[in-house]
């Protein structure tokens, strides 16, 4: 029953659901630009293998030490930005940043951007990283 007053709605008021839509699709492009680039677990290998890349791991550092990606660097979330000066030897290379899940490292990697570094983060953090079968260090 209220799918068909939804569907009476959106037939009815085509402009305004229209416009919702396409405000929406703003938004949801928005919000996923907004922590510069989404790397795939492959993409970050490739990345870090040409030697163009750093891997800033953002997560506690009980967290790091249960396990965090081969050659990671662990700048937990609340330090990074105090903690740039140590990041400058890296700036001709992407710092790709990783957290538990992905829902922090979008943040840390806009605040690096505005600070002028090129930066990047792993889409869906050490948890994309696990589900693919990766290995990660203690």
Not at 3 to 27: M, R
Not at 91 to 98: A, D, E, G, H, R
Not at 115 to 124: D, P, T
């Amino acid at each position: 029953m209220m799918v068909d007053h939804l569907i009476a709605f959106a037939t009815n008021h085509y402009l305004i659901t229209g416009a919702f839509v396409i405000l929406l699709a703003l938004l949801i492009a928005t919000e996923l630009n907004k922590g510069g680039k989404s790397l795939s677990t492959g993409e970050l290998t490739a990345l870090v293998n040409r030697d163009e890349a750093v891997v800033i791991d953002v997560r506690a550092k009980k967290e790091y030490a249960a396990g965090h990606i081969v050659g990671a660097l662990n700048f937990p979330q609340d330090k990074v930005m105090s903690r740039t000066a140590e990041l400058e030897k890296y700036k001709p290379k992407t710092l790709i940043i990783v957290d538990a899940a992905g829902q922090h490292a979008g943040h840390v990697a806009r605040e690096l951007l505005k600070a002028g570094f090129n930066a990047a983060k792993l889409s869906g953090g050490v948890s994309s990283w696990r589900g693919d079968n990766l290995p990660l260090v203690k």
